[in-house]
């Protein structure tokens, strides 16, 4: 048993550089792997579970070494490692000092093995399972946020931690966990929508909307935005705060106008006495703003209200022309044009149109 470790260290002696042996070599590996297999019925004790560290850790070296074999090396890890578990399930050695061996494990092989704690569960218990968590927390809290728009720096110190906070807040079920381990990256406007997400599907309302608020924030109008002002108004109409919905979605507009969120703002409002006077802002805002996306949406804007809408809309028509001639004259004529031909059928707009001077 004593003189595996040593074979182990023998047999990948050779395995940086070339091909020549390997198969000999990967071979010994092997027949060290059910040798432990085999040791853990005819000899369990605390002696085989520190052989099998031993070896375990002279295995992932090589893999973490950028051997040419390492992907045959970190299959063997992956085997060596389920034994480990089963050895360390039937003798049960001290819980925190192997929380910690499993914990330094990770984190100076990040490539592998990947250990399940689910098979240490017997093990650990809830004293080990306390001294890993306790510790991966600290040393996670310790790396710095990825902020909006920030380059992710996924050195291999943080790729480590990162795989063992997220397979401890799945084997726990600890909501708190997954969202320490999303909010360190925050890199874009996704990373805030699936934090609001998870904190939206757990019942925490008032939080989610809060990271809704800060991603909108940091996007500006871009990428994840609608999104997540969907995921607001969908929150704050199951709250029962329609107006909340919509003063969300005016924000958003007001960040960054587009058709989508008007025509969000519209069903939520059209059969209401605030649609008038909010319509007239929005509108009022895109001629104040006069950049090529503002017009565009004015543009679209003004066939929405004309296909969707009543006389009303048709008696109001004249001053969105007016504006949308101030802020596109060269190509107002055209415009003018698409609108008749569309509305071909339509007498009274027809009439209402040269009745104005258009």
């Known amino acids: 048993m004593d003189s595996l470790p040593a074979t182990v260290a023998s047999a990948l002696a050779g395995t940086g550089g070339g091909t020549t042996g390997w198969p000999e070599r990967r071979q010994a590996l092997t027949a060290v792997a059910a040798q432990l297999e085999s040791l853990l019925v005819t000899d369990p004790g605390p002696r085989l579970v520190a052989v099998i560290e031993q070896v375990l850790t002279r295995l992932a070296d090589g ?15 992956q085997r060596v490692l389920d034994t480990h578990a089963r050895a360390c399930d039937r003798i049960r050695p001290d819980p925190v000092r192997l929380a910690d061996w499993l914990l330094d494990l990770q ?33 996670f809290a310790a790396l710095p946020v990825i902020g909006f728009g920030e380059t992710g720096r996924y050195d291999r110190a943080r790729w480590a931690l990162l795989r063992v906070m997220e397979e401890l807040a799945e084997y726990t079920g600890d909501v708190d ?3 320490m381990v999303l909010s360190k990256d925050l890199s874009s406007g996704w990373h805030y929508l699936q934090v609001a997400t998870v904190l939206r599907d757990h019942g925490r309302s008032d939080e989610a909307l809060r990271w809704v608020e800060r991603g909108l924030s940091a996007v500006g109008g871009r990428g994840a ?5 969907d995921l607001a108004v969908e929150e704050h109409l199951r709250r029962g705060t329609p107006h909340r919905a919509v003063e969300v979605c005016r924000q ?25 006077p909010l319509r007239a802002e929005l509108l009022g805002h895109l001629a104040r703003e006069g950049g090529h996306n503002a017009v565009e949406v004015y543009r679209r804007v003004v066939e929405v209200e004309l296909a969707r809408g009543g006389p009303q809309e048709q008696d109001l028509l004249a001053g ?29 707009l027809l009439d209402e149109l040269s009745r104005r001077g258009f």
């Open 107 to 139: 984190l100076r092989h990040p490539e592998a093995p990947e250990v399940g704690l689910a098979g240490y569960a017997g093990a650990l218990d809830d004293d080990g399972l306390a001294h890993y968590r306790d510790r991966a927390v600290a040393l």
């Open 63 to 77: 893999v973490t070494g950028g051997h040419r074999h390492r992907v045959d090396l970190a299959e063997l890890t």
């Open 252 to 276: 958003a507009f007001l960040a960054r106008p587009g058709l989508e969120v008007y025509l969000r703002i519209r069903a939520l409002v059209v059969h209401t006495d605030d649609w008038p």
């Open 320 to 348: 969105w022309l007016h504006q949308l001639r101030g802020l596109q004259p060269d190509a107002f004529a055209d415009y003018l044009d698409h609108i008749r031909s569309r509305h071909s059928a339509d007498r009274r």
């Open 225 to 229: 935005a609608p999104r997540l002002v």
């Open 177 to 179: 966990l997954q969202l």
